[in-house]
């Protein structure tokens, strides 16, 4: 098996070719898979996928071939889609699984005909492979403040009803699916889980949330069966059969998986887990998305503009416990010839400089991520982070003439660095985007206006680095030439330890919401 490999912005990534360059089509790989029985295959990968996940030593090999999450989860989807839980199939060995991942690696890819479209091939590479390598230290107590905290004190709370729909679609409650959640992560662990029967186990302040009917509530609403499965996956084909292996994967709304053959049938219902860590991503991350659809199809509520409201909160609620309310402002609107005008949504005042601030939900939508169409990839930049970039720099220029008076902690502050956050998680923003929000969307703007992009998860580690010292430490990466053009998570980790990553206040919702649980 050939490599090459190279670093950009700060991530190496390494492309693999299969053993003897061999190329290999989506149908050869169905055609293999199809050798082996369905629910032991899922199981074996479910259980390296937790064994990958628990090691946290990056590129996991066996012999001397690459495994992550990327592929397993690639893989689980065509052995679904190809295979079935015949008893007279044969049992997938490691050995086995590795011819598989081979195979992968030979299948064709754009770039290999659109070699002029890196940005398309940087995006596919972040969706298919870092997408299941993010942080997630800090979800638990990001969507306990959005989801209950903050969505309370909304002014149209009542109008989108969260409570109500997560009871809706999922039979729980919040707390009760973020519980759950994390029990059954853990539980799967050999690549599966069954629902919990011994209870004494546990305190009594959480045997309620594994009352019987919950944990069937909870298990109905992440799994689905194979023939559900293979109707999810076929909804999003790809263009062209050369982005076959960047489709859309089901696993991230179904991450359990209800065999057609109980492996065990004296034994209660099995939920096999090809990748377990998605359970917890599923009602965390995926919550936004699941309330999105449940909203758009049932009543057409307000749902995506409230939550921007309330992740705006949630950004300023993060600066005013990294840095001090006092030293944070919100936005307010000002007026130039009778056209009303936003300023940037927060400013951090320090040292007698500012850092002005414009949070966005999105810094791409599904289909640019899935596909890497430069066409999308642009409409996205113009409509998200670089319609953020725009606000900032015309905010300034209507400020240096004279278009905008503003308050008095703001009145002869010089404005040194500029930040827009995004709710998801795109990558190369500090690089190739930014590249081309400067180059091609926004010529007009100056080269001397520079901006950094972050996503709300790289935030609140930066915020447990920075802290008190947050212009000091974007002033330093803006200098370091080679640091700014890297996103932050990679600037961040090659300068810190994950344990000096951490977020005292997002450890203190996390440790009071457990600890009231006993």
């Not at 889980?193 to 509530?217: C, G, H, M, W």
């Not at 400020?399 to 827009?420: F, H």
């Not at 100056?446 to 430490?473: C, K, R, T």
Request: glycine share 6%; proline share 5%.
């Amino acid at each position: 098996m050939s490599r090459v490999e190279g670093d950009v912005a700060g991530k190496n990534i390494i492309t693999y070719d299969s053993i003897g360059g061999k190329e290999y089509s989506p149908n050869d790989i169905g055609q293999y898979l199809r050798e082996f029985k369905l629910n032991d295959a899922l199981r074996l990968i479910g259980e390296l996928s937790y064994e990958i996940f628990k090691s946290n030593k990056g590129l996991h090999k066996i012999k001397n071939i690459p495994v992550f999450d990327g592929v397993l989860a690639y893989l689980s989807m065509r052995l679904i889609e190809s295979s079935n839980d015949d008893p007279h199939s044969k049992d997938m060995t490691v050995d086995d699984l590795l011819k598989a991942i081979d195979m992968y690696f030979g299948l064709p890819d754009p770039f290999q005909k659109d070699s002029d479209n890196l940005q398309g091939f940087l995006i596919r590479f972040g969706a298919s492979q870092l997408d299941y390598d993010r942080e997630a230290r800090h979800l638990l107590p990001r969507t306990l403040l959005i989801y209950e905290n903050l969505w309370t004190k909304s002014g149209n709370c009542n109008q989108v009803d969260i409570a109500n729909a997560i009871k809706s679609f999922s039979g729980l409650n919040l707390q009760e699916t973020l519980v759950l959640s994390l029990a059954f992560s853990r539980r799967a662990k050999n690549g599966f889980f069954r629902l919990i029967e011994d209870l004494e186990q546990y305190p009594d302040t959480l045997k309620s949330y594994f009352d019987i009917n919950k944990q069937k509530a909870f298990a109905n609403w992440i799994s689905c069966k194979y023939s559900d499965f293979r109707y999810l996956s076929i909804s999003d084909m790809p263009p062209t059969i050369d982005y076959e292996k960047f489709r859309f994967n089901p696993l991230w709304l179904k991450p359990a998986i209800i065999p057609d053959c109980n492996p065990k049938p004296d034994s209660s219902q099995v939920y096999i887990t090809p990748i377990p860590a998605l359970i917890y991503r599923r009602v965390t991350t995926g919550l936004y998305f699941t309330l999105s659809d449940y909203f758009k199809e049932n009543n057409k509520k307000p749902f995506r503009k409230t939550f921007g409201e309330v992740f705006q909160e949630y950004v300023g609620l993060l600066l005013k416990k990294a840095v001090g309310e006092l030293n944070v402002q919100q936005e307010w609107r000002y007026v130039v010839k009778k056209d009303p005008k936003d300023t940037p949504d927060w400013f951090v005042i320090q040292n007698g400089t500012a850092l002005l601030i414009e949070v966005k939900q999105s810094g791409l939508y599904l289909p640019a991520k899935t596909w890497g169409q430069l066409g999308d990839i642009k409409d996205d930049l113009k409509r998200n982070i670089g319609a953020g970039v725009h606000q900032m720099w015309k905010f300034e220029e209507d400020r240096r003439n004279g278009l905008c008076t503003v308050p008095d902690w703001l009145d002869g502050i010089e404005i040194t660095e500029r930040l827009v956050v995004t709710y998801d998680r795109p990558y190369f923003v500090n690089s190739s985007l930014r590249d081309e929000i400067r180059q091609q969307l926004y010529p007009t703007i100056p080269e001397s206006f520079h901006w950094h992009s972050i996503s709300v998860e790289e935030l609140e580690y930066f915020l447990g680095i920075a802290s008190i010292n947050l212009m000091d430490a974007l002033k330093e990466k803006r200098l370091d030439t080679e640091g700014d053009r890297m996103d932050f998570r990679d600037y961040y980790s090659r300068k810190s330890s994950q344990e000096n990553c951490r977020n005292p206040y997002l450890d203190s919702v996390y440790d009071s919401f457990f600890g009231d649980l006993g």
